[in-house]
């Protein structure tokens, strides 16, 4: 959040990849915990307008959340 707040947002990014890397290997590719953080990532890249880079994490957040708990979820 102190990256956000201070316009950092390049960095803010950086720093939810390290998370979402480090969550994926304390729980697995298909936690529900690395859809949530990539989550906020894509909320991350929405306010700096990058909507190519958002949607691209969106697919991957999507098939991390019906995985872990099925399509009708």
């Known amino acids: 959040e102190f990256y956000e707040k201070e316009n950092r947002l390049s960095e803010a990014k950086r720093y939810y990849l390290l998370e979402i890397d480090h969550t994926r290997q304390m729980y697995g590719a298909r936690h529900p915990y ?22 691209k994490y969106l697919v ?11 399509q009708d979820h």
């Open 60 to 70: 991957r957040a999507l098939d991390v959340m019906s995985a872990a708990k099925g």
């Open 34 to 55: 690395v859809a949530n953080i990539t989550g906020e990532l894509i909320d991350l890249l929405i306010k700096a307008a990058d909507w190519a880079e958002a949607e």
